[in-house]
């Protein structure tokens, strides 16, 4: 009977109390930001107050080549 409270009973109970309880705070409503980490990083390391860009920008790098000539093969 224990175990049916612990892992049945309780489970379900505390799956269903989560949609009736309310967040403490307010969801970061910037776009770009979906799961609060910049919410989250600005709590742990302090927050620089720059707002963060909308859209993300594609960086201009060149590609990487790698030339394996000079390696040795293995013996």
Known sequence: MTAFVIFIVLPVVLIAASFFIKPLVQR????????????????????????QDERAVREDTETVRFNLDDVKERQ
Do not use: I, T, V
């Not at 970061?28 to 707002?51: I, T, V």
């Open 28 to 51: 970061d409503k910037r776009y770009g930001d979906p799961f609060g980490q910049g919410m989250a990083a600005g709590g742990m390391f302090g927050s620089h107050g720059l707002e």
